[in-house]
């Protein structure tokens, strides 16, 4: 169903009446296309931090760096200042976008803040940030790159779990279509470590004393590989297929990433298996997967054939009509693809909405039995025989009901917190017996004919309260599947996404 509501809002009467009202600006998301395939601006590349330890010059030490950004964009040594990494360069220039130290108007900025191990170092990142963040081109991008908060330093874990409220709260109040994520990277802390590989090269500004303080010893390992195994993770949330996920927190392993042969089909050669294929979330995923050079089977109930066979013959699919809860689905899955499947999504899942008080057990039963149950068992037997290839990606379908409850939903958001519970536990386990990745999407309101039928006050509410002030579309949630399945999306393990706009439902 259209959103009215955001057409008007886009024509002057509709912008000069709601911001007199006060009533939510929601602005166009710019999505990837083939005439869109980039963010509009150049990518700004900070550093806060440096590891250097806090001190009082923090704001001039925010600008050095970010001249030495300046510089890195002309060849020079960017890894070694930010510390994290001489591969991130490389990984930035990747994203195709001009990677500069200062901009009028960037399109997307990296603020690097691996470094910033101390309460007074928090300083860097405002320093940083304060000056760009009102430049920033509609629709654009910040991401902050920390590391994992360490259980035997609490003075950096306060400094790095500080930069997940700060992103958090930065998305709520960013707007104009722009979002803000925080990317940990793998750094370990070695306490009592010498300073880490940083040289602070010679790019400083006269005028700033870089503190004698030793720094604290976070060491992000492997350098330039600790970069190249976020590429993927750069690359979805420094483009326009990350439209509609902002506030989001992603840690990434330590894992080597695989290559990818042909950017332009990084999936090709791979099988992908899509469940509930057939219309919504489902058919968007399964084209998104298509489009990036998978062969992909379409999984749906044998009642949709028809829709399901129109699907599959507009994608180049091959349909299979199946209950995904039949006890031999593993098995007829796995005849399916007798070469193995690189990548299997779950995304079939139902509703049977009622309060408890008034559920019988059949709409329990029959929530949980495919929204979970088949989920956890056709994974695992699907794992056991072997059909998920070494390099496989699984990426399970859970909601932001299953991490913030809904009224009239325990069956539901029990099944959806079941899936968080799933991948973050196979999915280290999984890639050490099996080579194979599990994560998890988490939508919010994505307009779909489901959330069509949904009455019109709750609908609407459903649609603004997120920090977009929209609904998202299938297309939000399949890009965001793309990117777990990504060949060189081997570091992203175990982790949920929530594609919701940073609704206000749950964290
Ligand atoms: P949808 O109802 O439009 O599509 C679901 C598909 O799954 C249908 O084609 C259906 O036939 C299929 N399916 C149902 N039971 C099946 C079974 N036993 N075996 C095989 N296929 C089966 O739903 P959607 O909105 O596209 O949602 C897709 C997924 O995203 C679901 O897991 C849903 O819970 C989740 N989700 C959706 C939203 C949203 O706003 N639309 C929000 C959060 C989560």
Redesign the pocket.
Known sequence: MADRYLHFTGTAPGRFLTRRLGLPQPAPLRRWSLDTPRLEGPLLHLTAGSGAGAGADTGARARAQAGAGARASAGADVGAVAGTAAGLAEVLAGVGLPVVGRADRPGAVVLDATGVTTAAGLGDVHAALHPVVRSLAPGGRIVVLGTVPSPDDHHQAAAQQALEGFVRSLGKEIGRGSTVQLVRLPGVRAPGAPAPDVQVPDVRVPDVRVPDVPASGIRLPGGGATAQGAASTLRFLLSPRSAYVSGQVIELTDATPEPVTDPAAPLAGRTALV??????????VASVLARDGARVIA???P??RE??ERTAARLGATPLP????APD?ADRIAAAAPDGLGVLV??????RDRRLANMPAERWTSVI???LD?VLRTTDELLKAGTIRRGGRIVA?????GIAGNNGQTN?AAS?AGIIGLVRSLGPRAAADHGVTVNA???????????AAVPFFIREA?RRMNSLSQ??L?VD?AEAVAWFAQPDSTAVNGQVLRVCGQSLLGA
Not at 275 to 283: E, V
Not at 322 to 325: E, M, Q, R
């Open positions: 469940t509930g294929a057939a219309r919504g979330i489902g058919a968007a999984l749906d109930v009642g949709v829709e399901l199946l209950d995904i809860t689905a779950h995304n079939a899942g139902i509703t039995e495919v929204n088949s379908t859970a909601s932001i009901a539901y959806k999407v988490a939508p919010g309101f994505i307009e779909t004919k489901m959330t459903g609904g998202g299938p949630v």
